[in-house]
């Protein structure tokens, strides 16, 4: 058995969870041929589409309970909505035969708009009441680990992949022994499980 998760998991979204910047390549309007799974094209086909590894975390995180939130700091962010609402994402593996899902029904939380990753934050507390210790957050940008003196663990993710998810939750985990600890208590779980 594995040690806990964080309460919320937070991604940013341009070379975070998809390898472009929504409000600057994407030319609207944008569509999914068909029911093309995990592609979008915007009016010049250029392809939005998730990093490899961005389904099976989604699908994770979904099963462990975990609130997910999209902290995207984009000038477009209606663009940004409608391509996690238009995204189809692959059923987990070895379920094939589930249907894809809409990435929006992923999201718990949407914080999308320009403005510091502190407001989108503070925002993210107040809708949750999830304290701040509970949340990681991955970004491809230096600059926004300035969540951290919120108490929010940071994780630098230029394309998320397995790698780099396990890596952010080994961080929160170090810098959280207490509870990582208390919660192994309560469940029978040992710290050495995880």
């Not at 609130?67 to 609402?85: E, I, Y």
Request: hydrophobic residues 35%; aromatic residues 8%.
């Amino acid at each position: 058995m594995t040690s806990r998760l964080p309460k919320l998991v937070a991604f940013d979204l341009d070379y975070t969870l998809w390898d472009l910047w929504i409000d600057t390549h994407v030319d609207p309007p944008i569509r999914r041929v068909g029911e093309t799974v995990n592609e979008l094209r915007d009016r010049h086909n250029r392809k939005i589409k998730f990093y490899r590894d961005v389904p099976e975390i989604l699908h994770r995180l979904l099963e462990g309970g975990v609130a997910v939130a999209a902290c995207s700091r984009t000038h477009a962010p209606d663009l940004a909505r409608q391509a996690l609402g238009l995204l189809l994402v692959p059923p987990p593996a070895g379920r094939k035969d589930e249907a894809p899902t809409p990435a929006a029904k992923f999201f718990d939380q949407l914080e999308i708009y320009p403005g510091s990753k502190i407001k989108h934050f503070k925002e993210l507390h107040k809708k949750t009441g999830i304290p701040y210790s509970e949340m990681l957050f991955f970004d491809d940008e230096h600059r926004n680990k300035e969540v951290e003196s919120l108490g929010v663990t940071f994780c630098l993710s230029a394309g998320i992949s397995d790698r780099e998810f396990e890596h952010g939750l080994a961080e929160w985990r170090r810098r959280h022994p207490v509870e990582v600890a208390e919660d192994a208590a309560g469940t029978g779980v040992s710290e050495e499980d995880g």
